[in-house]
């Protein structure tokens, strides 16, 4: 019997919403709910999920803005399944993403998290080139210990798990701290919000890996990663999860710990900071002075 899954949207941006909705719905699983809490100003998005008329679905509408953390916490606490999946609400599942995914839950207890292939599409729904954090982790489905992957992520300082919408876990096994979804060691995680949950999960038990394309990442004008401010938080916050990651647990090597600053310290490189806003460069020098600062009193 297939395990009941909860497809969690925490849906804000109309322009998307119908095929990230049309995706869930469309899902192959024989068992799973769909629970969309609404957090935009406008009637759009109730209005596509009333027309749908799915017994599988429950609508939220938010009484006041919840924002980003918020409505993602909040469809959390409403999910019914332990087996949850969030699907941005301008991204896409594949038909078999669930039943894929679940599957694995089912036949092996030890895996905390679960994800896949993910394919980039532009603003039109097209099939883009990969990016470096979309590259394959493997080129078949593979299972591997949840503290390995951790490692391989952090030492490259990219996500390589995905986005929200990529992986599916079990809620029971996700502990909450000071009742967010998004706090790690005290630190509140925006950029980097997915992957302080994914290392949490990997910091308990086995990963699978699908090396097949489940899910689809849009790339479209307006994003928040996009913006200046908020691509230096991301470099920030990099540094910030891989301090944690560390106490954790992870990283737990002189090596590792030195081949981690070092990329941080490459990705901070590419940036002009004689050309930035000053208030942007002094960001980044100062990154730069911390990474720095670690690799001096780190072993070589």
Known sequence: MAEPVSILIPAYNERFFAQAFASALAQRHADF???????????AIERIVRDAASARVRYRRNPERLGFAGNF???????????VKFLNDDDRLRPDCLATLAGIFSV????TLATSRRCVIDAAGRVCPDLASTQPVSGVSALMLGRELGDFVLVNALNLIGEPTTAMFRRSQLA????????WGGTDYHCLADLSMWLRLLSRGFAYYHAGVLSEYRMHEGQEQDQRDMRVTCLEERLWIAR????????????????????LEARAHVWQTDREEPAVAARVQRFVREVRAELDVSPA
């Open 33 to 43: 709910e769909v629970v969309v809490c609404d957090d935009s100003p406008g009637t």
């Open 73 to 83: 916490l909040q469809c959390f606490t409403e999910a019914r399944a332990d087996l």
């Open 108 to 111: 092996n207890p030890h895996v």
């Open 176 to 183: 909450l701290e000071d009742g967010r979804l998004f706090r």
């Open 244 to 263: 944690q990651g560390r106490r954790a647990g992870f990283l737990s090597t002189p090596g590792l710990w030195r081949q981690a600053l070092q990329s």
